[in-house]
């Protein structure tokens, strides 16, 4: 009867620190977890980022390419500025 209680015993301590291993890998997988929803959001963010200064640069290239598209935005107070 000893034996049996041993190994129950011992049993028992193995279950609980089997329990308490998988408590502190889920804590780390929710961990991991959250870092990776961080990063995610970063990407996701300095694509955007990214996006946005193509566009800028789309638009710097073409105006580079051809400056009389500045001229035609800009008034040249040439017809009725009010000093002729």
Known sequence: MQNIQ????????????MIDLIRRIKAEKDAL??????RETELHQ???EK??????????LE???HPE???ADVPLGIEGD???
């Open 46 to 48: 300095l694509s955007e």
């Open 6 to 17: 041993e190994r129950l015993g011992l049993l028992e301590s193995r279950v609980q620190e």
């Open 63 to 65: 105006v580079l390419h």
């Open 82 to 84: 009010g000093h002729a």
């Open 69 to 71: 598209s500045l001229l």
């Open 51 to 60: 996006h946005l200064v193509f566009q800028r640069l789309e638009k710097i």
């Open 33 to 38: 977890q959250n870092r990776l929803n961080q």
